[in-house]
């Protein structure tokens, strides 16, 4: 079970017609929070560890949209189904 999970948590997963607009939603809502953010916390140490912790959330939120993913053939493409851990 581990070595699938690896598998899967180390490979390429290119974006689809399904996740690619999660993935631009997720984009979205990090960049207008890291915006109002930015306007009430002071510039500095702590301002910065904040947009690291909130890019660090978008990528760990584009993974699980990425990597619960499994690509099947269809007719008109590719479906998404989830992935089972």
Same mark, same amino acid.
């Given at each position: 079970m581990i070595h699938e999970r690896i598998e899967n948590d180390f490979s390429f997963h290119p974006a689809t017609s399904e996740t690619g607009p999660k993935h631009d939603r997720v984009r979205r809502l990090c960049? =207008?929070?890291?915006?109002?953010? =930015?306007?009430?916390?002071?510039q500095?140490?702590?301002?910065?560890?904040?947009?690291? =912790?909130?890019?660090?959330?978008?990528?760990?939120?584009?993974?699980?949209? =990425?990597?619960?993913?499994?690509?099947?053939?269809?007719t008109d493409g590719y479906a998404m189904t989830p992935t089972p851990r």
């Open positions: 960049k =207008a929070l890291a915006h109002e953010l =930015a306007i009430e916390v002071p500095g140490r702590e301002q910065s560890l904040m947009l690291t =912790a909130l890019e660090e959330a978008m990528m760990w939120a584009n993974a699980g949209i =990425a990597r619960n993913q499994i690509v099947h053939q269809a």
